[in-house]
């Protein structure tokens, strides 16, 4: 049987699910799982206290017994710089939580690529004396390896290649979508982004989206996990994502795919 490709999934709880290869994206980070015996977080730009409380969240999945004995990546690579007040606070949630979290790891790896800001999050892993064994490497190969994760090395890459390729405002709109409640207006994702909506509205046209086609690949998004992962009927799942109507998901796909729902269904069962 061949191992699953990583899917999106808009929130953290999913990751108890079946085992699989999971991740989900935040402003600044993603956090991912393969099959539940190795975790990783992929890290860019420059996380502000907001990013460390989601950052956070996403450590208490890893410290759920479910996953004891996993591996863990943290890839610094695309980090930018450190917000004081955010490492601050992140510091501080791994000190008060480092014995329920840490038990659960049987080996971290740190991927970075030298430079200032690389060389504070290595000494606040040396700062906190984790009870595991923490490397680092400034070589994607080797790091992939010490996690045994060589085997998703090549699709985490491709990965994150897909995220730093995307502006930082389509990452927080496509967030924002996951987070809000289906029929989400464009003051709804605005508010959520921390702008308003003729500001969203801009900075997405500087970036040659809109806000229509955000909306359209949200909708594309989630009713692409609902038709792989359910036996539900296009009906519900056009209610379910907040869809106009069914037909409004067929017009999408074969405007954005170039088939229908349930060629799409059918094609990637069989696949």
Known sequence: MARPSFVSVPELNAFFGEPACRFVVHRSFAYWQAERRV????????????????????????????????????????????????????????????????????????????????A???????????????????????????????????????????????????????AAFDGLPRGATSADVARAVGTSSRSLQRHLMACGSSFRLERQRYLLRASERLLEGTELDLDAIALQVGASSPSHLVALYRTHHGTTPAAFRARRRQG
């Open 120 to 174: 504070v999050v290595a000494g606040m892993f040396q700062f906190l004396g984790a009870g595991h064994p923490v490397a680092f490497h400034d070589d994607a190969k080797a790091a992939y390896e010490a996690i045994g994760a060589s085997d998703v090395s090549a699709e985490l890459e491709t990965l994150r290649e897909t995220l730093l390729g995307v502006p930082d405002v389509v990452r927080r709109v496509q």
């Open 39 to 118: 975790f990783g977080t992929i890290i860019w730009g420059r996380p502000d206290e907001h990013d460390v409380e989601q950052m956070c969240a996403a450590h208490e999945v890893g410290a759920d017994p479910l996953f004891a004995g996993h591996t863990s990546l943290v890839d610094i690579r695309a980090l930018q710089a450190v917000d004081l007040l955010a490492f601050e606070r992140l510091l501080g949630y791994l000190v008060r939580r480092r014995d329920d979290w840490s038990p659960n790891v049987s080996r971290q790896v740190v991927l970075h690529r030298g430079g200032y800001a690389h």
